[in-house]
Structure formats: structure tokens, C-alpha cells
């Protein structure tokens, strides 16, 4: 599927015109009319802005299959559930309940470890086997990782 005819179908489902998107976009409705025509795409900035007026990501826009994980916690996400920032717009990285308004609900990994070790036990392993499972799983995800090089720097 074309990004034009994402587009188009993503603003019929939210019962808009060209005009209206233009408008809350900022440009004019004939630039509208060409990306749902696929004369043009979309920039990039434009893309990420037309991501949080339709709730979607960038990746469903340009109609990529790839299935996105959030950076905190693994889950697979949809754009249902991605994060928002400060702003309210979606953070396509995380999760809604690892971000929400721009904070993070787990700053220390102990903390994700304990949620995890609670709500998702392993079959067969014991509570430590579970947490060094679940660490290691952690330290493959950008947010640990980064986490984990910053305390290592200081």
C-alpha cells in the first residue's frame, strides 16, 4: 500500500478533508492532494508531524511491515499503545506504560526487573533465574543500554 493512499485512508477514517488536514498540518490542501495522489511523500519532519495528528508511526505511514519493540520493555508495539511525550505527541521508541507525558515509569532496572520477575514468571525457573533471564533481556534493549554505559562512564 502507498503512503498516498495511507494517508487518504487514515483521513477518511478520521472524517477529514484535505482542507482540514492542511490546515493542521500547515500547508495547503493541494500539497494534501498530491501525497495522497503519490505525486510527492512527504518530508520527514512532515511525516513525523502527520504520525501524531493520525496516532500512527512513521512506519505505518510509509506502509513498512517491520513490527517495532519498545527500547524499555521489549512488548511489541502498535501505535495504540506507543508513548507520548511532554508535547502529547507519540513517541514511536516506547510503550505507553514505560512512557507517559514524557517521564519514564521505570528509571532503575530493579524496578523493571521486579514488574517482570511478578507479572511474567518463567515456567521452570526459579526467581533468580528469571531475573538474570530478564537482565539479560534488558541489556539488548537501547534504553538499558544506554543506562548501563552511562553508569559505567561515571
Given at each position: 500500500?502507498?503512503t498516498?493512499?495511507?494517508?487518504?485512508g487514515?483521513?477518511?477514517?478520521?472524517?477529514?478533508?484535505?482542507?482540514?488536514?492542511?490546515?493542521?498540518v500547515?500547508?495547503?490542501?493541494?500539497?494534501v492532494?498530491?501525497?495522497?495522489?503519490?505525486?510527492?511523500?512527504?518530508?520527514?519532519?512532515?511525516l513525523?508531524t502527520?504520525?501524531?495528528?493520525?496516532?500512527v508511526s512513521?512506519?505505518?505511514?510509509?506502509?513498512?511491515?517491520?513490527i517495532?519493540f519498545?527500547?524499555?520493555?521489549g512488548?511489541p508495539?502498535?501505535p495504540s499503545?506507543?508513548g507520548?511525550?511532554?508535547?502529547?505527541?507519540t513517541?514511536?521508541?516506547?510503550?505507553?506504560?514505560?512512557?507517559?507525558?514524557?517521564?519514564?515509569?521505570?528509571?532503575?532496572?530493579e524496578?523493571?526487573?521486579?514488574f517482570?520477575?511478578?507479572h511474567?514468571?518463567?515456567?521452570?525457573?526459579?526467581?533468580a533465574e528469571?531475573?538474570?533471564?530478564?537482565?539479560?533481556?534488558l541489556?539488548t534493549?537501547?534504553?538499558w543500554?544506554?543506562?548501563?554505559e552511562k553508569?559505567?562512564?561515571?
Open positions: 500500500m502507498s498516498g493512499s495511507i494517508l487518504k487514515l483521513r477518511d477514517a478520521a472524517m477529514m478533508t484535505q482542507s482540514t488536514l492542511a490546515e493542521k500547515h500547508v495547503t490542501r493541494q500539497a492532494s498530491r501525497w495522497e495522489n503519490d505525486e510527492t511523500i512527504p518530508g520527514p519532519d512532515m513525523v502527520l504520525s501524531g495528528v493520525f496516532g512513521v512506519d505505518a505511514l510509509l506502509g513498512s511491515p517491520e517495532r519498545c527500547e524499555c520493555c512488548m508495539l502498535e499503545i506507543m507520548r511525550t511532554r508535547d502529547k505527541e513517541d514511536p521508541r516506547y510503550c505507553k506504560w514505560c512512557l507517559e507525558d514524557g517521564s519514564f515509569a521505570y528509571t532503575e532496572e524496578q523493571m526487573l521486579d517482570l520477575v511478578s511474567m514468571p518463567q515456567e521452570g525457573m526459579n526467581e528469571c531475573r538474570a533471564f530478564y537482565h539479560a533481556h541489556m534493549l537501547p534504553y543500554k544506554e543506562k548501563a553508569s559505567s562512564a561515571v
